[in-house]
């Protein structure tokens, strides 16, 4: 079982930047992948970054490649996100996923890959 906890959200103005952690409990965070979702209002669930168990294999949507960078951090339990240069469409709530394939450094941009799901945290970008 994973429990995973988000926090770093806020409202910024475009061009402005944020951090997203996310902490995670649990033995097996250390083997999984672990992604960044987000979800606008009345849009699905979109990927946004994905994550090796390792931290050697990054996967970025079009959207915000360049922009944003995930990183973790297993001694902390943690993975993170680090968004600039943002823009209004990138307000949403961010949701932090963790896939439980133990070691596997094949990241998905699909719900249906990660078993656990944080409660999210809202990002706002005012123009």
């Known amino acids: 079982q994973v429990e995973l906890v988000e926090s770093g959200g806020g409202l910024v103005q475009a061009g402005g930047s944020l951090r997203l952690s996310c902490v995670a409990s649990g033995r097996t965070f250390y083997t999984s992948a672990m992604a960044w979702f987000r979800q606008a209002p009345g849009k699905e669930r979109e990927f946004a970054a994905a994550i090796s168990w390792s931290g050697g294999v990054l996967k970025y949507a079009d959207s915000v490649k360049g922009r944003f960078t995930i990183s973790r951090d297993n001694a902390k339990n943690a993975v993170y996100l680090q968004m600039n240069l943002l823009k209004s469409e990138d307000t949403a709530v961010y949701y932090c996923?963790?896939?439980?394939?133990?070691?596997?450094?094949?990241?998905?941009?699909?719900?249906?890959?990660?078993?656990?799901w944080g409660q999210g945290t809202q990002v706002t970008v005012s123009s």
């Open positions: 996923a963790a896939d439980t394939s133990a070691y596997s450094s094949r990241l998905s941009s699909s719900t249906a890959a990660y078993q656990y």
